[in-house]
């Protein structure tokens, strides 16, 4: 019953707040790109896991958001993602939700995995794969791919990672425009950072991606089950 409580607060909260505009309406062949790189950049997010961490079940939520604004609007977009682990090494992680934002109903859907290596009592490195889908947006659709590798770091205080990694995506277009291509794709590599403390059963998390066109700052939630 916790855990079901926790889930449904926890995604209730993150996803009745966020703001974008995904929307093409007026925009030039570099401004729909704009859309698309930042679109794909936020869903490159993957979750902050322990690679020492035994817990089968992990939740995260948070919230994401860039520094400047994007065509006269300052993003705010929701995280969430579940892992499961299935080996000592090995988690799998999805993105399965919806949010309203404007005109759009977006619908991200995903799935990967992390993979932690190094000595055996202490695994500080890991390494993450994974593709997510946009959908849901009346002018595009779009795929995210993204691979990253991150060094962890113990403190008495937090635990932090330093990181970096590169995403890949692929837009198709559904707006009738001579200035917008049918297919925009792009590429992009990033610096992150992120550092977690435990509070009271939880796990609190803040962390920025370093990119030279856009900074994203994200700041979450993580619970652990099992």
């Given at each position: 019953m916790r855990f079901y409580l926790i889930t449904l607060v926890l995604a209730g909260v993150i996803l009745s707040a966020q703001q974008a505009n995904f929307r093409?309406?007026?925009?030039?062949?570099?401004?729909?790109?704009?859309?698309?790189?930042?679109?794909?950049?936020?869903?490159?997010?993957?979750?902050?896991?322990?690679?020492?961490?035994?817990?089968?079940?992990?939740?995260?939520?948070?919230?994401?958001?860039?520094?400047?604004?994007?065509?006269?609007?300052?993003?705010?977009?929701?995280?969430?993602?579940?892992?499961?682990?299935?080996?000592?090494?090995?988690?799998?992680?999805?993105?399965?939700?919806?949010?309203?934002v404007d005109k759009?109903?977006?619908?991200?859907?995903?799935?990967?995995?992390?993979?932690?290596?190094?000595?055996?009592?202490?695994?500080?490195?890991?390494?993450?794969?994974?593709?997510?889908?946009?959908?849901?947006?009346?002018?595009?659709?779009?795929?995210?791919?993204?691979?990253?590798?991150?060094?962890?770091?113990?403190?008495?205080?937090?635990?932090y990672s330093i990181g970096a990694g590169a995403n890949i995506f692929r837009e198709r277009s559904y707006y009738h425009s001579t200035e917008i291509p049918g297919r925009i794709e792009g590429e992009s590599k990033y610096f992150d950072l992120d550092a977690i403390i435990p509070f009271k059963g939880f796990r609190l998390g803040a962390g920025i991606k370093i990119h030279p066109e856009s900074q994203l700052f994200r700041t979450y939630i993580m619970k652990d089950f099992f």
């Open positions: 093409f309406d007026d925009l030039d062949r570099e401004a729909a790109r704009n859309i698309a790189f930042h679109s794909s950049y936020w869903l490159s997010n993957h979750p902050q896991l322990d690679p020492n961490d035994n817990h089968r079940l992990v939740i995260n939520g948070g919230f994401s958001f860039y520094f400047r604004k994007i065509h006269g609007t300052r993003w705010v977009l929701p995280d969430l993602d579940i892992a499961v682990r299935i080996t000592r090494n090995l988690s799998l992680t999805a993105k399965l939700y919806g949010f309203q759009d109903a977006p619908q991200v859907i995903g799935s990967g995995f992390q993979y932690y290596f190094g000595n055996e009592d202490n695994k500080a490195w890991v390494t993450s794969f994974q593709r997510v889908d946009l959908k849901g947006i009346a002018h595009f659709r779009l795929t995210s791919i993204t691979m990253n590798v991150q060094k962890w770091f113990s403190g008495s205080f937090l635990n």
